[in-house]
């Protein structure tokens, strides 16, 4: 049998039978019995019980996506499911966020973030669920909408946790805001509702925690990792500018191409030969365009560039190297002072690098540890991808974060691509597909585990 297969049958056999013996030192468990056994049964129960309606709740949304900044729908369905299971309920904050309450005494008070929008990609799961949605988008454009990223599951795992922590309020103690973020795929969600007050007109929290599906970890599995999990994300747009003329007479023109050209190759030195190797840092051309026919020099050519760090010393610098290598390159090519390169960073587009607080992350790594097995939880590697949860983190205030991954791929599909090589879809891939059962339960085991273990009565 593989190792994922052995994880996910080890997962499910665990949360069965498993008595979940009290951790050690610091990290032993606060919760740790209810009036008719373990709280770990209470949860298991009342989940298996719920599981029908997750499930049926986790194929709606995803066969009905909504795109970023036009997530009207899916708020208002998850605002009426919270309003059902007693919470408090606040929409269309930051555009259409939700805001979510729930008091049980005095406590600490737990932040619990979902994310809602969906991706304009065309799905090609197969699905007898698959969207098949097309709308609007934002620009104009007809497009086709897919939940590519798994926000459906993040949702749906979300509200069995709520449901769970209303049902089991002896257990915990202090005050719950689950928020569901809009527009994470554009990486403006957080910052909208930050800027709307969030932390000023809801409890502010002493803790936020929320969980991320992984297309590499197997269904039944918790991925987690204290420090940097996602990178820092800016856009840059290049305008590479120059005199264009007739393709026979060169001589004539200033060639914004063959400038665009050595702009491109002297870009890749700024992580090679100006990042220490210890720093993780990406500099991507994603998109050039200029010129219009083979006998035509043109005036201008566009550059996209995606730029990933994680600390805020190497994003500046990555930030002033470009700008210092469009402008070099473009006095060794003759530009006049008027048409050096326009540089933008579309700072509105910024998503900062995400951290797990250490401490806290222990703390959430110790109560997944006892209730789901430690195989079943493992430790992953930061990736540059971007995550707007980070902002949470990033205030005055300080609030501590930690955000871990649920695995949502099918253990065999797994040990096919092991065995065959052929690479598992990716998220944001039109093809990828997560495995509702046992993602569902084990990500809302996970995050009940949590917010229980940072909830405790004293």
């Given amino acids: 049998m ?53 499930l049926a709740l986790y194929t709606d949304l ?10 009207e729908k899916t708020s208002a369905k998850l605002a009426a499911e919270f309003r059902a299971i007693g919470f408090e309920v606040t929409e269309k904050f930051g555009g259409h966020g939700i805001v979510g309450v729930l008091k049980n005494g005095a406590g600490p008070t737990l932040l619990v973030r979902t994310d809602l929008d969906g991706l304009p990609v065309l799905e090609e799961t197969g699905l007898t669920y698959a969207s098949t949605d097309r709308v609007v988008d934002l620009t104009g454009k007809e497009v086709s909408v897919m939940q590519a990223c798994g926000h459906d599951l993040h949702m749906t795992i979300f509200t069995g946790t709520a449901r769970q922590l209303a049902a089991h309020r ?74 264009g003329g007739h393709g026979a007479y060169p001589q004539t023109t200033k060639d914004p191409i063959v400038l665009a050209a050595r702009i491109v190759t002297t870009l890749q030195t700024i992580v090679s030969r100006e990042t220490r190797p210890v720093e993780p840092a990406v500099v991507t051309v994603g998109s050039i365009h200029g ?31 470009v700008k210092r290598i469009c402008r070099g390159e473009a006095i060794a090519a003759g530009i006049p002072d008027d048409l050096m390169p326009i540089v933008e960073i579309l700072e509105g587009e910024f998503t900062p690098a995400s951290y797990n607080d250490p401490a806290l992350t222990r703390r959430v790594r110790g109560a997944l540890t006892t209730w789901l097995g430690a195989a079943a939880v493992q430790t992953i590697d930061p990736e540059m991808g971007g995550e707007d949860f980070g902002q949470f983190g990033r205030t005055l205030e300080k609030v501590p974060i930690c955000m871990f991954r649920v695995g949502a791929v099918d253990p065999q599909k797994i040990a096919e691509s092991q065995r065959t090589g052929v690479p598992l879809p990716s998220l944001h891939s039109s093809k990828f597909a997560p495995l509702p059962e046992p993602a569902i339960k084990t990500g809302v085991t996970a995050l009940t585990a949590a917010a229980l273990e940072l909830l405790a009565k004293k």
């Fill in 291 to 321: 010129g219009t026919k083979s006998n035509v020099i043109p005036n201008e050519v566009k550059l996209q560039l995606t730029l990933r760090s994680y600390s805020d010393t190497v994003r500046r610098h990555t930030i002033d190297a």
């Fill in 2 to 54: 593989n190792r994922p297969t052995r994880l996910a049958l080890s997962l499910l056999a665990t949360l069965a039978t498993t008595p979940f013996a009290l951790r050690a030192a610091d990290l032993s468990p606060k919760v740790t019995a209810t009036g008719d056994g373990t709280a770990a049964t209470a949860v298991a129960q009342k989940l298996a019980a719920d599981y029908p309606s997750l």
């Fill in 170 to 243: 002896d257990l915990w103690a202090g005050t719950l805001v689950f928020v569901g973020q809009p527009a994470e795929e554009r990486g403006i969600g957080a910052r909208a509702m930050l800027k709307e007050g969030i932390f000023q007109k809801f409890p502010k929290p002493d803790f936020a925690i929320a969980v991320h599906d992984s297309a590499t970890l197997a269904a039944g599995t918790i991925g987690i990792l204290e420090g940097f999990n996602w990178a820092n994300v800016d856009t840059a747009e290049i305008t590479v500018r120059g005199v």
């Fill in 62 to 71: 995803h066969a009905h996506p909504e795109l970023s900044l036009m997530e």
